[in-house]
């Protein structure tokens, strides 16, 4: 038995057999179920024929021009028959039950210390040959139809997912239906996948550092969302204990409570909205007693496609479907937010099969959300006309269009010049366009700074707590390795939030924040203290969130910001903070160890 620890994102205990996936290396590794290894190989057979088809065909093509180059691939044909290639390959793929290839990549890293160790230097730059046919081996695994994705949609239900990272893509593809839980070596609270696993109530740690090295394909293994622990060959204790908690999962209130509208205990109503990345979790935020959706991240439609190219009528579809899910309350559809390193990503390597190939790992801070739709009048002006024809089928002002990653005026005006021009291209097309209210998330510092001046621009604000947090404190939010240094309580972050909601406030504009940060309640106390009315957060927070509301008065919430302003140091307000916490019968402010 071992622990590991990390950084509880979700809270429940399971357990299950893992599967390891590493996104880092070139090549997927996962593990595949008995019954699919006679499939498995024969991709792998398939791909062999494949790419002996095209080596004839380069062969000859080479020899009419090039005569004594024609041997290369004499050489590579023959290679594609050395026992120590695709029949090790195969070999890999039976004993470790393991995919294609990744098997290829292993039994290339084999062949190739063979190759490191033979005297004869012609010789040894023969490795180039063998890693430009291996190439080819994996190029034409993927043209199989069976993508690494889609094996992943097969898991067993009892898998638990033990990974180097997982990229909201690829976590998009994943059949949470079998999934039980995921741990990760990457990531912090605030990263979208953490984001993604409260959303769809699945057990998960992030955080852990080598946790995909340490555990084995196939071991069983405890995941602790609430003790941000993975237990790695639990004792029977723990798999009795993580039985329990399967059996009994800690249901948010009855159908009445998580009806009733959010209010403090002397009847201030707040407004709790909830964050989805996909439009199945309309359901999921209806059920939790949602007011509507705060933020929708649109991005995630693009998991999948090429590039920014999603049409226009089928985010028409998707949008008009939102809204009449969701009638008669609103929906807040957050522009794509992505950056020019996710799309290249996805478009020089089509096999990594989504926008954030290279995951949360990119600084994010470029070519992003807004700035980068700017830069792309085409796929912005088709995802504008989508949400404007959407916005015809419901009452005026339902549907709201966020822009994200904002840092200027000039950016908002030219944003809502794009609006017009896709507004008049549909009324050219014969089609009426209502008005609808314009947005933007305040995330950035110099959008925060100059709040006053944005409110001018737009119809309402949105804090975004996750990304204004880690521009403020110069802390990456997905870098494991600082998240200590990530903190929502940091001086700074209150005083910015207290200077945002000022802002709108003057000119008369609803602000809402949509961070993380609301989804604890804890902190969602202080946020009601310091003036805040509106949230958006992930669904399984809301019922929760109600709860502490109601226990809470408007008046001691509000005596309760005051004093914590006047403090200097997260440890001081974290100690004012615990007063609030024990009040309510819990124990700390992470959303993780309180009970929903
Ligand atoms: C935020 O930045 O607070 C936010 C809600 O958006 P995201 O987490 O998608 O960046
Ligand atoms: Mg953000």
């Not at 008995?34 to 791909?47: C, F, H, P, V």
């Amino acid at each position: 038995m071992r622990r590991l620890s990390g950084i509880g994102v979700s809270p429940g205990i399971v357990s299950g057999r893992a599967v390891i996936l590493i996104q880092r290396a070139q090549v997927l590794r996962y593990q595949v179920a008995e019954a699919r290894l006679g499939q498995e190989l024969d991709r792998l057979e398939k791909s062999r024929e494949r790419s002996r088809r095209q080596l004839i065909d380069l062969r000859a093509r080479v020899a009419a021009r090039w005569p004594e180059l024609a041997s290369i691939f004499d050489a590579q044909l023959l290679m594609l028959d050395d026992p120590m290639l695709v029949s090790r390959v195969a070999e890999i793929v039976r004993d470790q039950r393991v995919n294609a290839e990744w098997a290829v990549q292993q039994a290339f890293h084999e062949f190739s210390a063979v190759f490191d160790e033979v005297a004869d230097a012609y010789l040894r730059e023969r490795k180039g040959d063998v890693s430009d046919l291996v190439g080819r081996l994996k190029m034409n695994l993927q043209q199989d139809g069976a993508t690494p994705r889609d094996l992943l949609r097969e898991l067993d239900e009892s898998s638990v997912i033990i990974a180097d990272e997982l990229t909201p893509s690829l976590a998009a593809q994943i059949d949470w239906t079998k999934v039980r839980g995921f741990a990760t070596d990457a990531g912090g609270r605030t990263s979208h996948t953490a984001i993604l696993a409260r959303s769809l109530e699945v057990p998960a740690v992030v955080g852990l550092h080598n946790a995909s090295k340490l555990v084995q394909a196939g071991q069983l293994v405890v995941i602790d969302g609430t003790a941000s622990e993975v237990i790695v060959d639990p004792t029977a204790e723990d798999l009795a204990r993580a039985a329990r908690a399967e059996e009994h999962p800690t249901i948010p209130g009855g159908d009445a409570e998580r009806r009733r509208p959010a209010a403090t205990a002397d009847g201030v109503r707040i407004r709790l909205e909830a964050n989805i990345e996909f439009p199945d979790d309309l359901a999921g935020a209806k059920y939790a007693g949602a007011e509507g959706i705060g933020l929708y991240r649109s991005e995630f439609l693009l998991a999948g496609a090429s590039g920014m190219a999603v049409s226009e009528e089928e985010q028409y579809e998707i949008y008009r479907g939102m809204l009449e899910g969701m009638a008669p309350d609103p929906v807040t559809v957050r522009t794509f937010d992505v950056d020019e390193d996710q799309i290249a990503s996805r478009l020089t390597d089509p096999s990594q099969g989504g926008w954030a190939a290279d995951g949360e790992r990119a600084g994010r801070q470029g070519l992003r959300g807004l700035r980068l739709s700017l830069t792309r009048p085409e796929p912005f002006q088709v995802q504008l006309r989508a949400l404007l024809r959407a916005a015809q089928h419901c009452p005026q002002g339902r549907l709201r269009i966020m822009f994200p990653f904002v840092s200027s005026v000039e950016q908002v005006r030219e944003a809502r010049r794009m609006v017009q021009e896709a507004s008049a291209e549909l009324t050219r097309r014969g089609e009426a366009v209502p008005p609808v209210s314009i947005g933007v998330v305040i995330e950035i510092p110099a959008a925060a700074y100059t709040a006053d001046l944005l409110a001018r621009e737009v119809d309402f604000f949105t804090i975004g707590t996750n990304d204004l947090i880690q521009y403020c404190l110069a802390v990456d939010r997905a870098d494991e390795r600082v998240s200590r240094l990530y903190e929502p309580l940091h001086p700074a972050i209150l005083r910015v939030i207290v200077m945002v909601r000022r802002a709108a406030r003057r000119h008369h504009i609803p602000v809402s924040l949509c961070g993380e940060m609301a989804s604890d309640p804890v902190l969602l106390t202080l946020l009601v203290g310091l003036g805040l009315t509106e949230f958006s957060m992930t669904p399984a927070a809301i019922p929760g969130a109600k709860r502490v509301l109601a226990e809470a008065r408007l008046d001691e919430l509000r005596a309760l910001a005051r004093r914590i302003m006047r403090l200097a140091t997260v440890e001081e307000i974290e100690r004012e903070l615990a007063t609030v916490a024990a009040g309510f019968g819990r124990t700390s402010r992470t959303g993780a160890s309180l009970e929903r």
